[in-house]
Structures are given as C-alpha cells and as structure tokens.
C-alpha cells in the first residue's frame, strides 16, 4: 500500500501572494513554525523549521521549486514514540499552486512515502492533520492577519 494524502484549501489571496507566505521564512513563521523558519525555500537548499509544540528544529530538504506553481520538499518522517525526524526515512511533501476564476488560489499540500506499517499509518494521520491546520492558519493569517497556530496543540 502506498500511504500517501492530498489536502487543499482556496485562499482569497492571489497566487504569487500564497507562494510566498509559504516560501519566505519570515512569513511562515508568522503563522506556521511556531519556533520559526529559517532559510528560504530554493531548489538545492536545506532549510530548518523548529515548532514550540513539537521540540527540535526539523532540517527540510528542498527538492524543487517552481515560482507560484510547485514546491517540492523531502523531510525526515517522525512516526509515534520516536523523539525527532528519521533521517534516514523520508517522506516527500509537495505543495501546489493554482490560480481560481474569482482570484483566489488553490493551494494543495500532498505528502508520501510513508512505511507500510501501523506506525507509518498514524504518523501519516498525523501529518495530514498537520497539513490541513497550517493550511486553515495559511487562510487565516493571509485574509485576517490571525494566528491560528498559536497554542493550537498544546
């Protein structure tokens, strides 16, 4: 079985606007890496992103990006009972970016890669929790300037 997921949200933002909330470190941690994000999302990179409600920085490897249409990452999968990312165990995240008729964007995160394991399975419930929050925080933060995040799972 290949575990795998796809989430999607419509942002009343224009696409360009969304890519960066996502790309640029210092917006992403306005509403997503509670502990901050550090280093820009660019092809080639490693980049770090610390939560406070999930301790230690994960190290995110950036497999592709294409400007206000896809950005590709690879990042150590962390299944229940372990205290961090498995480096040696990655899954891939991949984000979309479509413009909508009324000027919206449609922003769709998909990760995969998952052991086929029971542990594998929760950690992929986990993350597609995860994905779907920080997507409605994405949301949020660009039409409302609110801070979803904030306190959301401690």
Same mark, same amino acid.
């Given at each position: 079985?290949?575990?795998?997921?796809?989430?999607?949200?419509?942002?009343?933002?224009?696409?360009?606007?969304?890519?960066?909330?996502?790309? #640029?470190? =210092?917006? @992403?941690? +306005?509403?997503?890496? *509670?502990?901050?994000?550090?280093?820009?999302?660019?092809?080639?990179? *490693?980049?770090?992103?610390?939560?406070? #409600?999930?301790?230690?920085?994960?190290?995110?490897?950036?497999?592709?990006?294409?400007? =206000?249409?896809?950005?590709? &990452?690879?990042?150590? %999968?962390?299944?229940?009972?372990?205290?961090?990312? #498995?480096?040696?165990?990655?899954?891939?995240? *991949?984000?979309?970016?479509?413009?909508?008729?009324?000027?919206?964007?449609?922003?769709?995160?998909?990760?995969?890669?998952?052991?086929?394991?029971?542990?594998? &399975?929760?950690?992929?419930?986990?993350?597609?929790?995860?994905? %779907?929050?920080? @997507?409605?925080? @994405?949301?949020?933060? &660009?039409?409302?300037?609110?801070? &979803?995040? #904030?306190?959301?799972? +401690?």
């Amino acid at each position: 079985m290949n575990l795998s997921f796809s989430v999607y949200a419509c942002v009343s933002k224009p696409v360009s606007e969304v890519f960066e909330a996502v790309a #640029d470190p =210092d917006k @992403l941690s +306005r509403y997503f890496t *509670t502990g901050g994000a550090k280093g820009r999302l660019e092809a080639g990179s *490693t980049v770090t992103w610390d939560f406070h #409600d999930f301790p230690g920085a994960f190290p995110v490897e950036v497999v592709e990006v294409e400007p =206000d249409r896809r950005i590709v &990452l690879h990042w150590g %999968a962390v299944e229940p009972g372990k205290s961090g990312p #498995d480096e040696e165990y990655q899954t891939t995240v *991949t984000f979309t970016f479509e413009p909508v008729e009324d000027g919206r964007t449609k922003v769709s995160v998909s990760e995969e890669g998952w052991r086929d394991t029971a542990a594998g &399975l929760a950690a992929s419930y986990g993350n597609c929790m995860g994905w %779907a929050q920080m @997507l409605s925080a @994405l949301k949020a933060w &660009l039409e409302y300037g609110i801070n &979803l995040r #904030d306190g959301m799972y +401690r």
